[in-house]
């Protein structure tokens, strides 16, 4: 396939995929430029991948930081059973705030 023509789609495709087009406009608008369909389904797929892992990357701090939220209140649970053997101080904010957030920072990078 012509290098020429692949890089003019994958760039037409990119430029109206950042504008917020639809897979369907998008398609439409190369198929008007002439472009091939085999090629077309190709851009399309790529870029809607291309996506989906920019969208994992940028949702990766929160999920990391919720974990990291979660883990911090069992070690104070930890920290408060050896201090107060008696006494267990459970600090649920934290487990269930970390839990949630990581929950939904997962969820939303799918």
């Known amino acids: 396939m012509d290098e020429g ?3 003019k789609a994958y760039l037409e495709g990119m430029r109206l995929k950042k504008a ?3 897979d369907e406009v998008i398609y439409a608008r190369l198929e008007k430029q002439g472009i091939p369909e085999e090629l077309i389904r190709n851009v399309i797929r790529n ?3 291309q996506q989906q892992v920019e969208r994992t990357k940028e949702q990766r701090p929160f ?3 919720g974990l990291l939220k979660a883990g911090l209140g069992v070690f104070l649970a930890i920290i408060s059973a050896i201090i107060f053997p008696g006494i267990i101080i459970l600090p649920i ?3 269930l705030s970390g839990v949630i957030f990581a929950l939904i920072a997962k969820r939303n990078s799918q």
């Open 63 to 65: 999920y990391y930081s």
């Open 93 to 95: 904010g934290f487990i």
């Open 5 to 7: 023509l692949k890089n």
């Open 47 to 49: 870029l809607n991948v």
């Open 20 to 22: 917020g087009m639809d």
